[in-house]
């Protein structure tokens, strides 16, 4: 994933539920929705996320959140 892949994905996480409103990593991230949805588009097409609804996304595999959140704890070392 790319720095900004990256970026959007542990906005994902921080929100702290399975299903993000894109709106809410936006506001995490802050960026505009017309930044978020390409990266939305990018990682939908790679597969790491998937639509949920309408607004909303998840991740593709099961615990890839957990993942990232171990990933967020050790950069910040």
Known sequence: MTEKERQFVQA????GRPKG???EIGQKM???????SVYRRKLIDDQIIMPASYGYVQFMLP????FIEEQIML???
Do not use: S, T
């Open 63 to 66: 615990y890839f959140d957990r």
């Open 12 to 15: 994902m996480v921080k929100i």
């Open 75 to 77: 950069d910040e070392f």
């Open 30 to 36: 802050d960026k505009k929705p017309g930044y978020i």
């Open 21 to 23: 409103k894109a709106q």
